[in-house]
């Protein structure tokens, strides 16, 4: 089993000022594909240990990814330090040198003497070149590879998917090709979810699956690898129709996409337009639809409506359900739906009110407590659940599971 | 200088599955009290390199703070691994497996053999209870600490708190007090900030500042040490007078409170309701003020006016303000504080129309352009901004500051 290690520099990473993202962000996307990460190792600019945390990386380790301190400033020390730590010459690559003036011009910044310092490279050094962004720099000592990545999130990213990951594969796979996908799903625990998997006969052999708690979606990624990428991916589309089967509307469509921004498609395609009445949510629901750019074309608004007076007057709600069944009760979640319906003008008016805590609760109505109401042309829907959770985390289940049941009834 | 350096453990860590909390959480607030992390080191349960890591430190930091692995499972091999490493002998502690017991019958768990592993300590070691959570350990070696602390981050949390920080700025200062405070900031960059510290008299001698980038805010710790805890609490209340007599209003209220939960304060003290009417935020703002645990005390609710019709049906926007100058504007921002306040009958109403993009901006209205508009008893308020960022951002600085203009109103 090929292992590794990760370096990664930065001042604002040893004091806590930022958490780190580049070395968590290698160590999931190396898992995924089964390459083990031993190691990650957090420290300062111009650190003095550097030098010799890498000399111990390279007596253990086959690929080492090292992060950060690639600038021109003094304190972006880690090329001159891994040269000696590697007993290589540095020499400026002319190549680079060109590139870096270009990429200024370009954004119209002037040059400077010190930019000239980022095109000083070890000698062997391959540059890795993503177009239109920073450089790093792979290295091959003995029989070990090494990573130069820039420290800014963004940067390194590009570089780590486009050079480092497949670059990796191949060479621990002996030139296989790698395929991933990641799906969304929603109402499944992630104990549930490996349940699932480890029994569904399509994933026991030739995947790898990674599954990440993301509240209150779980996200699972797949991972194949082989020799002809068109085969990997109908091989994806294979693992996800049979985990499609199995887990049936919990799996939220396909791909990354986000639940508002799928429910949006749907209405979009269906010609529907959409309108919200939030009591418990206060909003919520409004703010994710609209999170999406042209979400105006399929939403119309809503009415929050956190006191009675607003349930009674601005979505006629009659005083006689409030005062019989109360405010959080499926009458209640009906009558918002329909009202909204109307006041809107739109097909579908989608309800929500309940008790998000911590206070509010009662024996018969416990805090968590929540009733949907649903009203579109072909049909109305009232449900309810009782979530656990802090204050937050009632309000975005809440909005998650009025935005799943949307998606459900728009789906069919 | 005293320099220490954490090491964290757990496979969820290596692995990328979670992102690691413990050690920036330590390394943040070390740097606060002016104490170095030279290193970070992250590696999984069982890793062979541990004993080898720990010896490494132990010949180059003062302190050492290893976070994991103290569970009752084989996979929990820190103690052992340590013991081993420091040349220590490991004894069962008969008052914490005491206490153990003690806490499994207080959560009304059954004893399991398991649990006793939990209570073999090394020798010399001195037990950190936090009463009622998970226990860690403190040793004493040469002239360095060690410090042994559960990987859950509630948990390690409290213990570092409480024994950690303390312990070591008491080591590190000769037997000194410290006292901390974080204030937020809002209207107000990190650079302005910065150069604001560092200009201020008061801030000159004897106060270390960290400043966090905390979208849309920006918080600030202040950190004194000295030998009175009064006099430290009295010298903070100064420089937070200080800095609060030069920044004036963009210093939001006082200690860790969210904004929304400080205007939410203000408006129940001057026994006040408010209405929102949201065109752009799409009910972020609602979704904000209603995340306050007794926030319908003072909000009555809200119109997400997304559509033309709703502004002019449900806030009786009139139709000759929209043709005319258009719904991204001062006019119609104003006619919808004053419509929402009317509809929900609120002492103040409270609007918001703008450009979220990133389509839909003009030359006239680029995208990010935002009107706000005020309607409260006392006084009528219309303004505009002009930010930049993508959809999401552009949608919290308009909520941001819609919730701070109504703080400063409410709080005149």
Not at 15 to 29: I, K, L, P, Q, S
Not at 258 to 279: F, I, K, N, Q
Not at 356 to 363: E, K, M, V, Y
Request: proline share 4%; hydrophobic share 45%; with cysteine.
């Amino acid at each position: 089993m090929m292992q590794g290690e990760i370096i990664a520099t930065g001042t604002e990473l040893i004091t806590g000022r930022v958490a780190d993202f580049n070395a968590r962000y290698a160590a999931r996307r190396l898992h995924e594909v089964g390459l083990t990460v031993g190691l990650i190792t957090i420290l300062g600019d111009r650190a003095p240990l550097f030098g010799e945390l890498l000399k111990q990386a390279l007596g253990r380790s086959q690929f080492i990814i090292i992060t950060g301190g690639l600038g021109p400033t003094e304190d972006d020390i880690t090329v001159a330090t891994a040269a000696q730590a590697l007993g290589l010459r540095l020499y400026q690559d002319e190549g680079l040198l060109a590139r870096i003036r270009r990429c200024l011009e370009e954004q119209g910044l002037p040059w400077e003497e010190r930019y000239a310092k980022l095109a000083v490279i070890p000698e062997g050094a391959l540059v890795l070149d993503p177009g239109g962004a920073a450089c790093g720099f792979a290295l091959r000592h003995r029989d070990m590879r090494l990573f130069f990545l820039p420290g800014v999130p963004r940067e390194m990213r590009v570089l780590f998917d486009e050079f480092v990951l497949p670059g990796l594969v191949e060479w621990a796979g002996g030139g296989e090709a790698l395929a991933q996908r990641t799906v969304r799903l929603f109402g499944i625990s992630e104990t549930q979810l490996q349940q699932v998997v480890s029994e569904l006969p399509e994933f026991q052999h030739g995947v790898t699956v990674g599954i990440y708690p993301n509240f209150p979606e779980n996200h699972l990624t797949l991972t194949v690898r082989g020799q002809s990428r068109e085969a990997l991916e109908a091989e994806l589309n294979r693992l996800i129709a049979a985990l499609s089967r199995e887990v049936g509307d919990v799996l939220l469509g396909p791909g990354e996409i986000p639940l508002e921004e799928l429910v949006g498609s749907l209405l979009r395609d269906r010609g529907l337009t959409l309108a919200v009445a939030e009591s418990c949510t206060g909003g919520l629901i409004g703010h994710r639809v609209t999170n999406v750019s042209g979400s105006s074309d399929y939403f119309l608004g809503g009415i929050i409506s956190y006191s009675n007076e607003a349930k009674l007057d601005l979505l006629k709600v009659s005083p006689e359900i409030l005062a019989a069944v109360g405010a959080v009760s499926a009458e209640t979640a009906l009558a918002m739906a329909r009202g909204v319906r109307e006041v809107f003008h739109a097909d579908i008016g989608l309800a929500v009110t309940g008790i998000a805590g911590p206070t509010g609760g009662s024996p018969e109505k416990p805090v968590g407590t929540v009733y949907f109401g649903l009203a579109a042309p072909s049909e109305e829907d009232v449900w309810h659940y009782l979530f656990r959770g802090g204050r937050e985390e009632i309000k975005t289940l809440a909005a998650q599971t009025a935005l799943d049941r949307l998606r459900r009834v728009v789906k069919k």
